[in-house]
């Protein structure tokens, strides 16, 4: 079946932009006048009178920054409103560039770009919108020119693994996955080798440490959020919007140009290219221990180099994590261990410290208690251990007696309950999926 032309996907989005409701009581008059405006905005790309679309671009690019400048600021209700527009607005500007007679192929890339942007800021909200942001994607890749595929396989390094002085215990390890948590593993971790060895992603047709795959599911033209920097609490780390060509190519070992770590963390990727969602099984156990207020999991991916660090944080949910490409190593140890502060945890204290790490998955609720520790649990050196022991005395006298520590080789599965700190260290080029539940 033909897929739809981009004058049927204009008719759907005036559609769909008439449907969106103007009478949010927490939006001002001069909001709503924005979306009026808006919706003029579409009637006039629709009827097709501006004899420059260029004019037109310029304008609908007015209505994306004022929704991505309103989206953080706004209650939650205003916020829906403003990541609606801001969807919307990315779909009619990546629709009047396509909508040329000619339509060149970094134009092309240029509408693909656009879209990406609504998927990765303001998750393509509002009804039918990430359905139609796949097609008009698809559309435009038609009209970009194939290029050699990347040929490497991420394959698992050979170099021993040396474990961190922060732990003393192992985590316990199960025969085969359970169809619920076990009532003895509720409130403690456990890992299951080999438990996601049958996904798809494992097997050579649909292997996610081919990056030629990887590049093939995407298509040309798409963007993805990447970290830039070894760790989150670094005062140079920061985060851009790359290429997923360019970033797939920066994950080549053999490439000695990279200059800097790049890491694509905590990304709803499977949703971006949902073709990788048929690599994947979500695990019996967590469909049956989702609580009431989710009706399914949150499913993250983690791509990056060898040597990338997650800090030790804590987040509000169970997490299911699949190590799919590489090995990876995990520190966790027990919410209790931090009764004292021994995590040392950043945010308001005595020494004025205040939180002003990057943490992805910081707690929203309440900025100021930080979920992220000060402590370093991966030294690398004997002297950065001894410097280690003199700045957090209080972590080295209570917690590694509690903490435990497992590397996850391709096709393990981990399980660690909420409030757990947990830090991680790849140590070869690492896929791996999370699942919050």
Same mark, same amino acid.
């Given at each position: 079946?033909?897929?739809?032309?981009?004058?049927?996907?204009?008719?759907?989005?005036?559609?769909? /932009?008439?449907?969106?409701?103007?009478?949010?009581?927490?939006?001002?008059?001069?909001?709503?006048?924005?979306?009026?405006?808006?919706?003029?905005?579409?009637?006039?790309l629709r009827d097709n009178d501006d004899s420059n679309p260029a004019d037109?671009?310029? *304008?609908?690019?007015?209505?994306? %920054?004022?929704?991505?400048?309103?989206?953080?600021? !706004?209650?939650? !209700?205003?916020?829906?409103?403003?990541?609606?527009?801001? =969807?919307?607005?990315?779909? +009619?500007?990546? #629709?009047?560039?396509?909508?040329?007679?000619?339509?060149?192929?970094? &134009?092309?890339?240029?509408?693909?770009?656009?879209?990406?942007?609504?998927?990765?800021?303001?998750?393509?909200?509002?009804?039918?919108?990430?359905?139609?942001?796949?097609?008009?994607?698809?559309?435009?890749? +038609?009209?970009?020119?194939?290029?050699?595929?990347?040929?490497?396989? #991420?394959?698992?390094?050979?170099?021993?693994?040396?474990?961190?002085?922060?732990?003393?215990?192992?985590?316990?390890?199960?025969?085969?996955?359970?169809?619920?948590?076990?009532?003895?593993?509720?409130?403690?971790?456990? /890992?299951? *080798?080999?438990?996601?060895?049958? @996904?798809?992603?494992m097997q050579e047709a649909h292997q996610w440490a081919s990056l030629a795959?990887?590049?093939?599911?995407?298509?040309?033209?798409?963007?993805?959020? &990447?970290? $830039?920097?070894?760790?989150?609490? !670094?005062? %140079?780390?920061?985060?851009? #919007?790359?290429?997923?060509?360019?970033?797939?190519?920066?994950?080549?070992?053999?490439?000695?140009?990279?200059?800097?770590?790049?890491?694509?963390?905590?990304?709803?990727?499977?949703?971006?290219?949902?073709?990788?969602?048929?690599?994947?099984?979500?695990?019996?156990?967590? @469909?049956?221990?989702?609580?009431?207020?989710? /009706?399914?999991?949150?499913?993250?991916?983690?791509?990056?180099?060898?040597?990338?660090?997650?800090?030790?944080?804590?987040?509000?949910?169970? %997490?299911?994590?699949?190590?799919?490409?590489?090995?990876?190593?995990?520190?966790?140890?027990?919410?209790?261990?931090? $009764?004292?502060?021994?995590?040392?945890?950043?945010?308001?204290?005595?020494?004025?410290?205040?939180?002003? =790490?990057? %943490?992805?998955?910081?707690?929203? +609720?309440?900025?100021?208690?930080?979920?992220?520790?000060?402590?370093?649990?991966?030294?690398?050196?004997?002297?950065?251990?001894?410097?280690?022991?003199?700045?957090?005395?209080?972590?080295?006298?209570?917690?590694?007696?509690?903490?435990?520590?497992?590397?996850?080789?391709?096709?393990?599965?981990?399980?660690?309950?909420?409030?757990? @700190?947990? +830090?991680?260290?790849?140590?070869?080029?690492?896929?791996? /999926?999370?699942?919050?539940?």
């Amino acid at each position: 079946m033909a897929g739809k032309s981009i004058k049927t996907h204009i008719e759907d989005l005036k559609r769909l /932009v008439e449907q969106q409701d103007l009478g949010v009581e927490a939006l001002a008059e001069g909001d709503r006048k924005t979306g009026r405006d808006f919706r003029s905005a579409v009637h006039q790309l629709r009827d097709n009178d501006d004899s420059n679309p260029a004019d037109l671009a310029v *304008r609908i690019d007015q209505f994306i %920054n004022v929704a991505y400048e309103r989206m953080p600021s !706004s209650e939650r !209700s205003a916020s829906f409103y403003w990541r609606s527009l801001h =969807t919307d607005a990315c779909i +009619a500007k990546a #629709l009047v560039c396509a909508s040329t007679p000619e339509l060149h192929e970094d &134009v092309a890339r240029e509408c693909i770009s656009t879209l990406d942007h609504a998927i990765i800021i303001s998750g393509a909200t509002g009804e039918d919108r990430m359905d139609m942001i796949q097609e008009i994607i698809r559309l435009l890749q +038609a009209r970009i020119p194939c290029r050699p595929p990347l040929n490497h396989i #991420l394959a698992p390094g050979q170099e021993a693994v040396h474990l961190p002085p922060t732990f003393r215990g192992n985590v316990c390890s199960i025969a085969s996955l359970p169809f619920s948590v076990p009532e003895n593993c509720v409130q403690t971790p456990f /890992v299951v *080798r080999k438990g996601a060895a049958d @996904w798809r992603a494992m097997q050579e047709a649909h292997q996610w440490a081919s990056l030629a795959y990887l590049n093939a599911v995407a298509g040309p033209g798409r963007i993805v959020p &990447v970290e $830039v920097g070894d760790d989150y609490r !670094s005062d %140079n780390w920061t985060q851009k #919007l790359l290429s997923w060509d360019e970033f797939l190519s920066s994950l080549d070992p053999e490439d000695h140009h990279r200059h800097h770590t790049l890491y694509l963390a905590q990304h709803n990727l499977l949703t971006q290219f949902p073709k990788l969602w048929d690599d994947i099984g979500v695990p019996d156990f967590v @469909w049956t221990s989702l609580p009431p207020s989710m /009706v399914e999991p949150i499913i993250n991916a983690w791509l990056g180099p060898k040597g990338t660090i997650s800090p030790a944080h804590t987040d509000p949910f169970s %997490n299911c994590y699949v190590q799919v490409v590489g090995r990876k190593t995990v520190w966790l140890a027990p919410p209790d261990c931090d $009764v004292a502060k021994s995590m040392y945890p950043y945010g308001p204290s005595s020494t004025g410290i205040v939180d002003k =790490t990057h %943490n992805p998955a910081a707690n929203a +609720a309440d900025p100021l208690m930080s979920n992220t520790s000060r402590v370093d649990v991966f030294p690398a050196t004997s002297q950065a251990i001894e410097a280690s022991q003199k700045e957090f005395p209080r972590f080295w006298d209570a917690v590694p007696g509690k903490a435990l520590c497992v590397t996850l080789n391709p096709g393990d599965l981990l399980f660690f309950p909420p409030k757990w @700190w947990h +830090a991680m260290r790849s140590e070869d080029v690492s896929f791996s /999926v999370s699942m919050w539940f």
